[in-house]
């Protein structure tokens, strides 16, 4: 079967052009009438065989090929780490352990799916990942480098209402609540 936007020929049973995409039509004919004269001129003709007149002008244009995105699973999966990273990191500092972990996942999944051809959510799901990994990353050695000993002994006062909030505090002892 010939398509009748590209005359590219295809297999009977398509339904789509292989070469343009064009939707195949069954009953149509290989021939094409011409606007001038009406004469019938094979369906690829260019010009009117009897008057010369140009045909293909009223002629649709082939379908442009449709960019499908791949990669989506990728894509969407470093956004979603991206994400996860900022949101354990960032937001809710008690949990910068795990988004050291997911951090990096973050970032090597962007990476693939950026070199495999995807693009926006794979560039954000990136950026979050390497901004939420490093400042989880801060934050972590922040909290390894915290003196609570040192911090009550500086500040008496906040310690001793601490204490009294929850007794059994890492901080608080029974003789003097700290």
Same mark, same amino acid.
């Given at each position: 079967?010939?398509?009748?936007? +590209?005359?590219?020929?295809n297999?009977?049973?398509?339904?789509?052009?292989?070469?343009c995409?064009?939707r195949l039509?069954?009953?149509? =004919?290989? =021939?094409?009438?011409?606007?001038?004269c009406? =004469?019938?001129?094979?369906?690829?003709?260019?010009?009117?065989?009897? +008057?010369?007149?140009?045909?293909?002008?009223?002629?649709?244009t082939?379908n442009?090929?449709?960019?499908?995105?791949?990669?989506?699973?990728?894509e969407?999966?470093?956004?979603?780490?991206?994400?996860? =990273?900022?949101?354990?990191?960032?937001?809710?500092?008690?949990?910068?352990?795990?988004?050291?972990?997911v951090?990096?996942i973050?970032?090597?999944?962007?990476?693939?799916?950026?070199?495999?051809?995807?693009?926006?959510?794979?560039i954000?799901?990136?950026?979050?990942?390497?901004?939420?990994?490093?400042?989880?990353?801060?934050?972590?050695?922040?909290?390894?480098?915290?003196?609570?000993?040192?911090?009550?002994q500086?500040?008496?006062d906040?310690?001793?209402?601490? +204490?009294?909030?929850?007794?059994?505090?890492?901080?608080?002892?029974?003789?003097?609540n700290?």
């Open positions: 079967m010939r398509c009748s936007v +590209c005359g590219q020929e297999d009977d049973n398509a339904q789509f052009c292989k070469s995409g064009a039509d069954v009953k149509a =004919t290989m =021939t094409s009438k011409c606007p001038v009406g =004469t019938e001129n094979d369906d690829n003709a260019q010009f009117c065989k009897s +008057c010369g007149a140009q045909l293909s002008a009223g002629r649709p082939p442009p090929r449709p960019v499908y995105q791949t990669n989506t699973r990728l969407t999966a470093s956004l979603i780490l991206g994400i996860v =990273t900022i949101v354990l990191g960032v937001l809710c500092c008690c949990f910068p352990y795990i988004a050291i972990v951090g990096p973050g970032i090597v999944v962007g990476i693939i799916a950026i070199v495999k051809g995807a693009r926006t959510k794979a954000v799901g990136l950026v979050l990942s390497v901004i939420g990994f490093f400042v989880s990353l801060i934050m972590l050695i922040s909290l390894l480098s915290f003196d609570m000993n040192e911090f009550c500086e500040n008496p906040l310690c001793d209402q601490m +204490c009294e909030v929850s007794p059994d505090g890492p901080f608080c002892t029974n003789d003097n700290r």
